[in-house]
């Protein structure tokens, strides 16, 4: 079975600065895809970026891109410029390349303080 | 393009009741995943649907159950309500469940067992 681990419960940042949130995984699989979810306090879940694990080269979206570290199991997400909106728990998630299921870690709240 | 939409956004029932949560997918969509988010166990999967077919289960008893209708919308049903099935309830909807392709939250089904 997978694990994901987010060893970071609350997180805080200054607006415009840049912070890193911390994800490990345990899995056996060597073929896999990894995601960054962001839930605001609206609830509504959605996707930051996906990394794909065949894929060495680490995943960006405009402000936001991990640090796919495959042989230490480690994705962390860096977020640039941070922003006010960017406020949410960030969930570190693990999917089987066909299943229709993820696993998620246990999340991480980030505020982004003004 | 509409979005997932999970009905009702709110519910309270009392212990020992029966409960149906629904979920419409977002059109041409013909995965649905249901998890329950507490703050005590994080996001836990509980099923998945494909084309009216439970593809996959999580570590559930058998108190949770769901189907998927030829519309693709889905509902889930927690028989014998315990209070502590009280949760956040997610469904995520995509194109063929597999984690190439990206996965939709809906808002939730906030679920109070008193």
């Known amino acids: 079975a997978q694990t994901v681990t987010q060893s970071q419960p609350e997180m805080s940042v200054q607006e415009a600065e840049t912070v890193t949130l911390s994800c490990t995984y345990d899995?056996?699989?060597?073929?896999?895809?990894l995601f960054w979810y962001k839930q605001p306090p609206s609830r509504q879940m959605i996707l930051v970026i996906r990394q794909e694990a065949y894929k060495q080269q680490n995943a960006t979206e405009n402000r936001f891109s991990v640090n796919f570290q495959k042989a230490a199991k480690s994705f962390s997400l860096k977020i640039s410029d941070s922003q006010l909106g960017d406020t949410a728990m960030y969930f570190c998630?693990?999917?089987?390349?066909?299943?229709?299921?993820?696993?998620f870690g246990d999340g991480t709240t980030l505020t982004v303080k003004p | 393009k509409a979005g997932v939409t999970q009905t009702p956004r709110y519910l309270i029932k009392t212990r020992g009741q029966q409960v149906t949560l629904s979920c419409s997918p977002i059109?041409?969509?013909?995965?649905v995943s249901w998890y329950q988010q507490t703050p005590g166990q994080g996001l836990q999967f509980l099923f998945e649907?494909?084309?009216?077919?439970?593809?996959n289960k999580g570590n559930f008893p058998g108190r949770f159950s769901g189907r998927q209708f030829s519309n693709s919308r889905s509902e889930m049903n927690v028989s014998t309500l315990e209070l502590g099935d009280s949760a956040l309830y997610l469904c995520?909807?995509?194109?063929?469940?597999?984690?190439?392709?990206?996965?939709?939250f809906g808002q939730g089904t906030r679920l109070t067992v008193v």
């Open positions: 059109s041409g969509h013909r995965s």
């Open positions: 995520a909807s995509s194109m063929t469940g597999g984690m190439n392709t990206e996965a939709f």
């Open positions: 998630a693990f999917g089987n390349t066909n299943a229709g299921k993820s696993t």
């Open positions: 899995t056996s699989e060597s073929n896999y895809y």
């Open positions: 649907y494909f084309s009216e077919t439970q593809r």
